[in-house]
Structure formats: structure tokens, C-alpha cells
């Protein structure tokens, strides 16, 4: 049985390393890049989770307050960007990975109750 994953294929680490550097150099380079990825997150959350904008505003208010940049930037990534969400999603660990899912729940009836 063939090997599954990054291992099978040696540069791939390497590409997924250069996109996520690519993703994040874009958003820096677009100015403010952690008010920028909070717009994003928010017309993601309006857009895909279907929340209210005044939720969306406050869940984007409070992951911008608690996660690295990568977390964000996979956040704030719609469905349509399956590619960029797997090498961002290589790039976190497991608990990471696990702390922005746990997000999106919690966070969202956190917003809806105020």
C-alpha cells in the first residue's frame, strides 16, 4: 500500500511551506494585516456560516484578539480555497487546528447572546 500524505511526495512540505508564506506575505503586503484577515473572517462568517453581520463582526473582533496568523488566515479562507485551507491547515498543529474549530462554535452563540 502506497504511502499517504506529505511523505510521498518529498517536496511537497516544501511547496505547502511557499504557499503559506505566499498567503501571508499577500496579506501583510495589503496593509494591516490582522484588520484585513478580521474583514475576511467576517464575509466568510456572513457568507458561508450564514450569521448576522453584527455576530460575524464580533466573532471576527475576537479570533483577530487570539490566534497566530496562520490560524486566521484559515479562518478567514471560504470554501471555494481548498488548496490554500490544506497547506495552512499543515502548517498548524493539531491543537491548533482543534482551538479555531472549537472557535467557531463557541464564538458564535458568545456573539449571538450579546
Not at 508564506?21 to 467576517?42: H, M, T, W
Request: hydrophobic letters at 50%; proline letters at 4%; glycine letters at 10%.
Amino acid at each position: 500500500m502506497p504511502e499517504r500524505g506529505w511523505r510521498r511526495f518529498p517536496g511537497s512540505r516544501v511547496r505547502s511551506s511557499a504557499a503559506i508564506a505566499v498567503l501571508l506575505a499577500g496579506c501583510a503586503g495589503a496593509g494591516g494585516a490582522r484588520a484585513d484577515v478580521g474583514r475576511d473572517i467576517a464575509r466568510t462568517c456572513e457568507a458561508e456560516w450564514f450569521l448576522p453581520r453584527p455576530v460575524c463582526v464580533c466573532v471576527a473582533g475576537q479570533a483577530v484578539g487570539r490566534f497566530n496568523e496562520v490560524q486566521l488566515q484559515w479562518l478567514a479562507l471560504g470554501a471555494g480555497h481548498p488548496a490554500e485551507a490544506a497547506a495552512l491547515a499543515k502548517a498548524m498543529s493539531v491543537a491548533e487546528a482543534q482551538a479555531v474549530t472549537r472557535f467557531i462554535v463557541d464564538a458564535s452563540h458568545q456573539c449571538e447572546a450579546t
